[in-house]
T-cell receptor
Framework: GAVVSQHPSWVICKSGTSVKIECRSLDFQATTMFWYRQFPKQSLMLMATSNEGSKATYEQGVEKDKFLINHASLTLSTLTVTSAHPEDSSFYIC??????????????FGPGTRLTVT | AQSVAQPEDQVNVAEGNPLTVKCTYS??????LFWYVQYPNRGLQFLLKYITGDNLVKGSYGFEAEFNKSQTSFHLKKPSALVSDSALYFC?????????????FGTGTRLLVSP
């Protein structure tokens, strides 16, 4: 139970294009979803938090116009990297939190998406 | 602010030996502590958590962690390491001041189990 999927698992795009990454909670309703970024050999950096039906809350230093987050339903959140550049290449991980077996405070993580911008 | 520290970048242990991955925390109020494991190019997998109750928490894959309030530590342990345990381990604490229940992660410790 508490499965979170991400699509795609990896993507290569050209500089200047936009890329959308989907995060889905498969067997529970995710009232809150989190987006993280992880550089090689580093910890997870929280980018933003989104609640279903409302605007995302971005962490300090994260460009909200560059990383567009939409949480339109209780099972789907999307992260769009707009006008991607090579420095946006990274591993993006989402997590979801909701009422699953009464454990509403736990985050369940997706498998991650490897983005490479050429 | 809530924070966790993982003082070791890497831990090396021989297969069959006990392993310990260290984590210390700094929180206001009662800590909600977690351990996650990450395999290469994968997301995080939940191992165990401490919310309240018994100081020794048992988790997945034979791992356990001991909550020590006086030392503000939450070290991850396993009696007998396997080569397949080699991975990146993250300690995390829930940021209770955040209305969205954010997790604050440590910098991670790479565990290398040699055959």
């Amino acid at each position: 139970g508490a499965v979170v999927s991400q699509h795609p698992s990896w993507v290569i795009c050209k500089s200047g294009t936009s890329v959308k990454i989907e995060c889905r909670s498969l067997d529970f309703q995710a009232t809150t979803m989190f987006w993280y970024r992880q550089f090689p050999k580093q910890s997870l950096m929280l980018m933003a938090t989104s609640n279903e039906g409302s605007k995302a809350t971005y962490e300090q230093g994260v460009e909200k116009d560059k990383f567009l987050i939409n949480h339109a339903s209780l099972t789907l959140s999307t992260l769009t990297v707009t006008s991607a550049h090579p420095e946006d290449s990274s591993f993006y991980i989402c997590s979801a939190s909701g009422t699953f077996r009464r454990a509403s405070y736990e985050q369940y993580f997706g498998p991650g998406t490897r983005l490479t911008v050429t | 602010a809530q924070s966790v520290a993982q003082p070791e970048d890497q831990v090396n242990v021989a297969e069959g030996n006990p392993l310990t991955v260290k984590c210390t925390y700094s929180v206001s109020g009662n800590p909600y502590l977690f351990w996650y494991v990450q395999y290469p190019n994968r997301g995080l997998q939940f191992l165990l958590k401490y919310i309240t109750g018994d100081n020794l928490v048992k988790g997945s894959y034979g791992f356990e962690a001991e909550f020590n309030k006086s030392q503000t530590s939450f070290h991850l342990k396993k009696p007998s390491a396997l080569v397949s345990d080699s991975a990146l381990y993250f300690c995390a604490v829930r940021d209770i001041k955040s209305g969205f229940q954010k997790l604050v992660f440590g910098t991670g410790t790479r565990l290398l189990v040699s055959p």
